[in-house]
Every structure is written in structure tokens, then in C-alpha cells.
């Protein structure tokens, strides 16, 4: 699924949760990172100011998965994405290149009381 326009949406379905606000492409300009509730589609929007320069969906991931924040976590100058099973406690790190994935890794896993703060 592809999402186009030439402004910002204004709002999309109830579905979908915004997981984090980074700079995935090095632009210097913030992009949204989506959760979809219900089938737990990944989605990231690359944004242009108010409209959308581009977007992709990356997949699904199971439901227990959380998006928790975004960071540089490998100095390339791009937003990556950290992730929690909330089940488990397992984390997981998307290293990204824009809206492509490079690379998946697992740190840790802590307590699931524990909450990953900025």
C-alpha cells in the first residue's frame, strides 16, 4: 500500500497509532513511523514539511511488539527503530536506511516492567 497526496492527510483510520516521530532518510526534516492495531502493519511515512514526500509499508509484526523509540542507534545520521515484546521483554533494533530495512538486532531482553525511555 502506497499513500500519496500532495498535503497532510488530516487523519487516517482509528487503527493506526503513530509510533514515533525520526528522521529515517538524513533530510534534516521529521518522518512518522505508523502502527497499525488491528493487523499490526509497520508503516513510515518520509515527510516533505506538511505533505508526504514518500511512505512505504514494511511488514506486519506480532501484536506483543511495541514501538518504543526512535534513535541513530549506528551513527549513520538516520532514525532506527527500537522495539519491545511487552510479553517477553525481549528488545529488538531496525537499523533503517530511509524506509528500508538494513538490519535487525536483539541487545536484550530486560523486565517486562521496564519502560525504554528517550
Request: charge should be negative; aromatic fraction near 8%.
Amino acid at each position: 500500500t502506497i499513500v500519496t497526496g500532495t498535503g497532510f492527510p488530516g487523519s487516517t483510520s482509528t487503527e493506526w497509532e503513530i509510533g514515533g516521530i525520526g528522521d529515517f532518510n538524513g533530510d534534516g526534516k521529521a518522518d512518522f513511523i505508523w502502527k497499525n492495531e488491528t493487523s499490526d502493519i509497520v508503516a513510515i511515512w518520509l515527510m516533505n514539511g506538511i505533505s508526504i514526500a514518500s511512505s512505504k509499508v514494511l511488514g506486519g509484526i506480532a501484536s506483543a511488539w511495541k514501538i518504543e523509540q526512535m534513535g541513530d542507534m549506528n551513527g549513520d545520521g538516520k532514525a532506527d527503530v527500537v522495539l519491545k515484546n511487552t510479553t517477553t521483554g525481549e528488545v529488538k533494533v531496525w537499523l533503517m536506511n530511509g524506509v528500508t530495512l538494513i538490519g535487525i538486532g536483539s541487545p536484550d531482553t530486560v523486565s517486562t516492567d521496564w519502560d525504554i525511555q528517550p
